[in-house]
């Protein structure tokens, strides 16, 4: 993507390893932004930042540990100006029925889903508010409007997110927009990381037949963030159309 001219613009995308994350940082990097990527997996957005070659950065940060977020934000401020675009995509989808067996699960869920986009924006808010109009893109979930019987932590993580995506779209409007990007079953790792067994095959049978791409939903951050800055596009609920629920 060397060829690409640099708008000047900087997004960071945290969980950018993989996914809807690693996909989205290949479409900004495609419409001339330089990407950090911020993952635990170094290896990963090391080999990603490789791939795109137009500045980008790789950045081993976990969006549960305040001092990485702030030693990123530090290492954003320095090499690419500063922030103009935060893309809250880190997560993990721990399904499974609702037991004291899984109490650990539960915690990881909520630091990592909830308080860890909540972490973030916090550590970069400043950056999106410095410059020319800032962005947050949440990345939510179908779960975040319809809970099941074994998800009822995951969607309480993906409701929390909606609640206070809307007040911060009231706090921080014009100067930063926010938009909540809400997918249905897309072909990526999250059941991989089920501890439950039995939920985990079963989930992984549906998302083996995924037909949505990560492509697809960066295809549509993209299209989000080239709005014109007068018009803020806030919400965005996609499912694979035989997708009922």
């Given amino acids: 993507m060397s060829d690409i001219q640099n708008t000047g613009r900087a997004a960071v995308i945290t969980g950018a390893s993989s996914g809807i994350g690693a996909a989205t940082a290949r479409a900004l990097a495609a419409d001339g932004y330089q990407v950090a990527l911020l993952a635990r997996r170094l290896d990963r957005i090391e080999a990603l930042a490789a791939e795109l070659a137009n500045g980008s950065i790789a950045i081993q940060a976990d969006v549960t540990d305040r001092d990485q977020l702030l030693a990123a934000a530090q290492r954003v401020q320095d090499e690419l100006g500063g922030a103009d675009v935060l893309v809250n995509n880190a997560g993990v989808m721990l399904l499974g029925p609702f037991s004291p067996e899984q109490h650990d699960d539960y915690r990881i869920m909520i630091e990592a889903n909830l308080l860890g986009s909540i972490t973030a924006t916090e550590v970069f808010l400043n950056q999106l508010k410095d410059g020319d109009g800032g962005d947050l893109i949440n990345i939510s979930s ?38 909540l990007i809400e997918p249905g079953v897309v072909d990526t790792e999250l059941p991989t990381h089920i501890t439950h067994h039995a939920t985990r095959e079963a989930v992984q049978k549906g998302y083996d037949a995924a037909t949505v791409k990560p ?28 997708q009922l629920g």
Avoid: C
Wanted: net charge neutral; proline share 5%; no cysteine.
């Fill in 215 to 242: 492509e697809e939903i960066a295809e549509v951050i993209a299209f989000v963030l080239s709005r014109p800055r007068h018009l803020a596009i806030n919400e965005v609920l996609l499912r694979p159309a035989d």
């Fill in 142 to 179: 179908v779960a975040g409007r319809t809970a099941r019987a074994t998800n009822g932590v995951y969607a309480a993580t993906k409701w929390g997110l909606n609640g206070w995506s809307e007040s911060l779209r009231q706090e921080l409007l014009p100067e930063v927009r926010v938009t």
